[in-house]
């Protein structure tokens, strides 16, 4: 059996990486349900996120979003997360907000255009520079809607000599997280639209680049942990982007729809090295809390996370590798079941009173006055949110 202190310690190493745009208003495309108390600031999101981290004690970064945070000063922005006990964490770039993105951005068809989103990629490893930040994270939202709209085969030309000129621009200690997704807004073909695709353009660019998986950008029934396997023997892993989905990339809080999934996938990181501080995978969160408080959320969403690899971390990897070398299938999956069955909350508890926080993190951000006090204070002024 793994030995309990092991765990706890490999708990006490687990980063989990929160967007500043959970903490926002967001929406479907039929409505955006404004909630109260909601930040007006990139200050003000990450005066929330050092909540989910003084409960949780495993949330120290905070992803950015440029131009949704973007301020004069990065240094001050800096310091104001020093302050709360925070680091800036990823850059998200945004290439598909802007009118001239109608045909694609570092894909379009116009060399102007691309010229435009190369400029804005290579912006936000200027602000990685002052952030300190060290991974410069990339979603293209380009495809096209139509056969025969454009050419395939071209607007991968256009993709690869676009991520070479960042992946150029990239320091010694930098790196690039390329993201894919099957389909939206594109809906007949994406540029990057699944794990090959990224790990090709990756391989190609070289140590520096690697894929992101979001847990919502498969199509139904993608085995994502084969994936994540993959990828890890490959060193390509470079970040998670966890959340829940029944239908498409629906930004549900992470171990809602599918907890077993998740435990599936943080059972092959555990497997494969990548609880490892040196394999450098980032566990970010990539919701959108729409009708649920949004600090709880995060809050529930970290625990969650937390939950499937206390219980990943308690497969009995000895006897599933001694089940496995015999051939015993029925073995070798109850070692898998037994550790995916076992209550870990107990133990989770007494992790957190080891480490003087509250057993029961949501119940204590509940009873601590924060949300009531941001609900009288944020008021007037613009909330941010997603697309804000
Ligand atoms: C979009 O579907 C992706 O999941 C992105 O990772 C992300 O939600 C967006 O770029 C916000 O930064
Ligand atoms: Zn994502
Ligand atoms: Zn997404």
């Given at each position: 059996m793994p030995d309990i202190a092991a765990v706890k310690a490999a708990l006490a190493d687990q980063r989990i990486e929160t967007p500043s745009w959970g903490y926002g208003n967001s929406g479907t495309r039929f409505k955006v349900f404004a909630q109260e108390g909601v930040p007006r600031t990139p200050r003000e999101k990450l005066d929330d996120a050092a909540k989910v981290h003084e409960f949780t004690g495993i949330a120290p970064t905070v992803s950015l979003h440029i131009p949704w945070d973007k301020v004069e000063d990065y240094a001050a922005l800096g310091a104001h997360a020093k302050a709360l006990g925070l680091e800036l964490g990823a850059i998200n770039s945004n290439t598909f907000q802007d009118d001239d993105y109608k045909l694609g951005s570092v894909c379009h068809p116009d060399p102007k255009v691309r010229r435009k989103a190369v400029e804005h990629l290579l912006e936000c490893v200027d602000i990685m520079d002052a952030t300190g930040s060290k991974s410069l994270k990339l979603w293209f939202a380009d495809g096209t809607n139509y056969p025969g709209q454009d050419d395939i085969v071209g607007r991968q030309d256009r993709l690869a000599e676009s991520l070479a000129a960042v992946y150029e621009r990239l320091g010694d200690d930098q790196r690039l997280l390329l993201e894919y997704k099957f389909f939206e807004p594109a809906f007949y073909t994406t540029d990057v639209p699944d794990w090959g695709t990224s790990y090709a353009h990756c391989l190609k660019l070289g140590d520096k680049a690697q894929v992101v998986v979001d847990?919502?950008?498969?199509?139904?029934?993608?085995?994502i942990e084969f994936i994540v396997a993959f990828l890890l023997r490959e060193k390509k892993l470079g970040a998670f982007d966890f959340n829940s989905r029944f239908y498409a990339d629906d930004d549900l809080m992470v171990g809602s729809a599918d907890p077993f999934q998740l435990f599936r996938i943080l059972h092959e990181v555990a497997q494969n090295g990548g609880f490892e501080r040196e394999t450098n995978v980032a566990f970010m969160l990539d919701q959108c809390h729409n009708i649920e408080a949004k600090i709880p959320a995060i809050i529930r969403s970290v625990m969650n996370v937390q939950e499937a690899t206390a219980k990943a971390l308690l497969v009995d990897r000895e006897a599933l590798a001694a089940a496995q070398r015999a051939g015993d299938v029925l073995s070798a999956n109850a070692a898998l079941m037994d550790a995916y069955n076992t209550d870990v909350r107990p133990l989770l508890a007494e992790w957190r009173e080891e480490r003087g926080l509250h057993p029961d993190p949501v119940a204590a951000y509940r009873a601590c006055g924060w949300q009531e006090r941001i609900v009288a204070e944020r008021v007037g002024g613009e909330q941010a949110g997603w697309g804000a």
């Open positions: 847990t919502g950008h498969h199509a139904p029934g993608t085995n």
